[in-house]
C-alpha cells in the first residue's frame, strides 16, 4: 500500500467539507484535513495576485490519485485547481493500515 497525500486549496470552507464529504463517503480518502484560511500570492496570466483560500489535505492511496483528481476537478470553481500528491515515504504503521483499510472497498 503506498499511501499518499494530496494537497489543493478552495476559495472557502462550504466548498472545502463538501469536497473532503465526498471523497471519504466514496471511500477514495481516508481522511480530510480542512485547514485554517490563508492568502496565497501568485502569478495568474502576466498579473501577481492574492487570494484567500482554504488549504485541503487528503490522506489517501497511490491508486485511488486518479478518481481523487477527478472529484477536485469536477466539483473545484477554479479554471487550474491545485492538486499536488506527495508520496508518504514513512508513517505510524497503524495510521497507515487504517488509511488502507478505509480506503478500500468493505471497509
Same mark, same amino acid.
Given at each position: 500500500?503506498?499511501?499518499i497525500?494530496?494537497?489543493?486549496?478552495?476559495?472557502?470552507?462550504?466548498?472545502?467539507?463538501?469536497?473532503?464529504?465526498? #471523497?471519504?463517503?466514496?471511500?477514495?480518502?481516508?481522511?480530510?484535513?480542512?485547514?485554517? &484560511?490563508?492568502?496565497?500570492?501568485?502569478?495568474?496570466? /502576466?498579473t501577481?495576485?492574492?487570494?484567500t483560500?482554504? &488549504?485541503? #489535505?487528503?490522506?489517501?492511496?497511490?491508486?485511488?490519485?486518479?478518481?481523487?483528481?477527478?472529484?477536485?476537478?469536477?466539483?473545484? &470553481?477554479?479554471?487550474?485547481?491545485?492538486?499536488?500528491?506527495? &508520496?508518504?515515504?514513512? /508513517?505510524?504503521?497503524?495510521?497507515?493500515?487504517?488509511?488502507?483499510?478505509?480506503?478500500?472497498? /468493505?471497509?
Amino acid at each position: 500500500m503506498e499511501a499518499i497525500v494530496i494537497l489543493t486549496n478552495l476559495p472557502d470552507r462550504d466548498s472545502a467539507q463538501r469536497l473532503a464529504k465526498q #471523497l471519504v463517503a466514496t471511500k477514495i480518502a481516508a481522511c480530510v484535513n480542512i485547514m485554517a &484560511p490563508c492568502v496565497s500570492t501568485y502569478r495568474w496570466r /502576466g498579473t501577481v495576485e492574492s487570494a484567500t483560500e482554504v &488549504p485541503v #489535505l487528503i490522506k489517501t492511496r497511490r491508486c485511488h490519485y486518479d478518481a481523487v483528481e477527478r472529484v477536485i476537478r469536477a466539483c473545484h &470553481p477554479y479554471a487550474l485547481p491545485e492538486i499536488i500528491a506527495l &508520496p508518504v515515504v514513512a /508513517g505510524l504503521a497503524d495510521y497507515l493500515d487504517w488509511i488502507a483499510t478505509e480506503t478500500t472497498d /468493505g471497509a
